[in-house]
């Protein structure tokens, strides 16, 4: 890269996208909620993603909520059913972490 073609430094939102997906786990459990297309409980995202602890999905989860790409439902049910779906900008987010998937296993698949 020369000089007089450096990117532009990111912007801070762009920054805290690229550090909430590369926390670990954080693009399987995307994944895992991009295949549903729908939504899930807690225990069908950690079946998903295989080897991933309880304390960790929640925080993974939380995360993705507070930062807007998933909303949590709390439905008035015996026992109480939670469960989680992408918001507008999650699904895009999860598309495009989707196409990553897909061009990493074309060009790196061995």
Known sequence: MTAGNRSTPLTPAESDLIQTLSARWTMHILLALHA???SQRFSQ????????SNRVLSSRLADLESRGLVSRH?????PVTITY???SPGREV???????REVAESCFDA
């Open 74 to 78: 709390v439905a008035a049910t015996r």
């Open 94 to 100: 999860a598309s495009a972490v989707f196409h990553l």
């Open 45 to 52: 995202i950690q079946e998903a993603v295989a080897g991933i």
């Open 85 to 87: 779906q992408f918001t």
């Open 36 to 38: 549903s297309e729908g």
